[in-house]
């Protein structure tokens, strides 16, 4: 029930965010032609960019939620990591576009209507903030980089339409034009900044590098905290998606008494303390550790790794 109500609230976000930026770029699109206000132009079409993101993020939680198969043992929880990094670079993209526009209207700067502006852009403040916190909870709440993606993306916005809303005010007050290019440059500039970190971190998962929140030393230290643990080796995190981490190690307890205990014990201390949800542990007797530890591919946690590879 817990899971059912929690995937329920993510769609109604994604569904009413998406609704919301579609309807904005229609109306933000149409005015920005009418009186040739490129901040106008360049934010309806980042909002534009913003509603393929959600629906990208969208379509990859959805994905997330199949269940595995015997073609798929891991389902499509991968999905979500894919989406977060088309997101970011859709997000690239858009910033070249814009870009490319203000260097253009440095040349030819326009004259729009600011009253028209301001007030377009005011609707615009208002649906990224809603939509913004649609996302917000969820986003500090789960941890999840495909809803951070989302809610960068419409936290930026509201920041841009606000800045377009300051931009018309100027032109009314100063007819100062080129305030328009300016602010289409610090519009890419924001998203750009935004934009960066979701797109490292979504490629290193992507290449199934550790994940940002772990310490994978920390992780090596909580397996061998059991006394009867003397080393570990072949230990391998990554994200199976933007939320499920999965972890597979090898671990030498010369003793075979209380394997069971150990195992049950150190899961639910990976769970609470790393939030590793998936996890695979073999257990070796220091004989059967040696084939692994002399090759190089092979990653050894404890002190007895260089005595055994000397003698």
């Given at each position: 029930?817990?899971d059912?109500?929690?995937?329920f609230?993510?769609?109604?976000?994604?569904?009413?965010?998406?609704?919301?930026n579609?309807?904005?770029?229609?109306?933000?699109?149409a005015f920005?032609?009418?009186?040739?206000?490129?901040?106008?132009?360049?934010?309806?079409?980042?909002?534009?960019?913003?509603?393929?993101?959600?629906?990208?993020?969208?379509?990859?939680?959805?994905?997330?939620?199949?269940?595995?198969?015997?073609?798929?043992t891991?389902?499509?929880?991968?999905?979500?990591?894919?989406?977060?990094?088309?997101?970011?670079?859709i997000?690239?993209?858009?910033?070249?576009?814009?870009?490319?526009?203000?260097?253009?209207?440095?040349?030819?700067?326009?004259?729009?209507?600011?009253?028209?502006?301001?007030?377009?852009?005011?609707?615009?403040?208002?649906?990224?903030?809603?939509?913004?916190?649609?996302?917000?909870?969820?986003?500090?709440?789960?941890?999840?980089?495909?809803?951070?993606g989302?809610?960068?993306?419409?936290?930026?916005?509201?920041?841009?339409?606000?800045?377009v809303?300051?931009?018309?005010?100027?032109?009314?007050?100063?007819?100062?034009?080129?305030?328009?290019?300016?602010?289409?440059?610090?519009?890419?500039?924001?998203?750009?900044?935004?934009?960066w970190?979701?797109?490292?971190?979504?490629?290193?998962?992507?290449?199934?590098?550790?994940?940002?929140s772990?310490?994978?030393?920390?992780?090596?230290?909580?397996?061998?905290?059991?006394?009867?643990?003397?080393?570990?080796?072949?230990?391998?995190?990554?994200?199976?998606?933007?939320?499920?981490i999965?972890?597979?190690?090898?671990?030498?307890?010369?003793?075979?008494?209380?394997?069971?205990?150990?195992?049950?014990?150190?899961?639910?201390?990976?769970?609470n303390?790393?939030?590793?949800?998936?996890?695979?542990?073999?257990?070796?007797?220091?004989?059967?550790?040696?084939?692994?530890?002399?090759?190089?591919?092979c990653?050894?946690?404890?002190?007895?790794?260089?005595?055994?590879?000397?003698?």
């Amino acid at each position: 029930m817990h899971d059912h109500a929690h995937h329920f609230h993510y769609n109604r976000a994604f569904r009413w965010g998406v609704s919301l930026n579609v309807f904005y770029v229609i109306v933000e699109a149409a005015f920005g032609f009418q009186i040739g206000s490129l901040a106008l132009l360049s934010d309806a079409g980042h909002n534009l960019g913003d509603v393929l993101g959600l629906l990208l993020a969208w379509s990859g939680h959805a994905l997330s939620q199949i269940p595995p198969s015997s073609k798929r043992t891991y389902g499509y929880q991968s999905a979500t990591i894919l989406a977060a990094l088309f997101n970011a670079l859709i997000l690239l993209m858009a910033t070249g576009g814009i870009v490319w526009e203000a260097i253009g209207r440095f040349q030819e700067p326009s004259v729009p209507d600011s009253m028209t502006v301001i007030a377009v852009a005011s609707v615009g403040v208002v649906v990224n903030l809603v939509t913004t916190l649609l996302f917000v909870q969820k986003h500090y709440h789960d941890h999840d980089l495909n809803i951070r993606g989302a809610f960068l993306h419409m936290a930026a916005d509201t920041g841009v339409s606000l800045g377009v809303v300051i931009g018309g005010i100027v032109i009314y007050y100063t007819g100062w034009t080129l305030v328009d290019p300016i602010l289409s440059l610090l519009i890419a500039g924001l998203i750009l900044w935004g934009t960066w970190g979701l797109l490292i971190e979504s490629v290193n998962m992507a290449m199934q590098a550790v994940p940002q929140s772990i310490d994978l030393n920390a992780v090596a230290a909580a397996l061998q905290s059991d006394p009867g643990v003397i080393e570990v080796h072949d230990l391998h995190v990554w994200a199976m998606s933007t939320t499920n981490i999965a972890l597979t190690a090898h671990v030498i307890r010369p003793d075979s008494e209380g394997d069971a205990d150990y195992l049950k014990n150190i899961s639910r201390l990976l769970h609470n303390e790393f939030n590793i949800r998936h996890t695979t542990i073999q257990i070796d007797r220091d004989a059967e550790a040696v084939g692994c530890r002399v090759h190089s591919a092979c990653n050894t946690f404890g002190e007895t790794a260089a005595e055994s590879l000397s003698d």
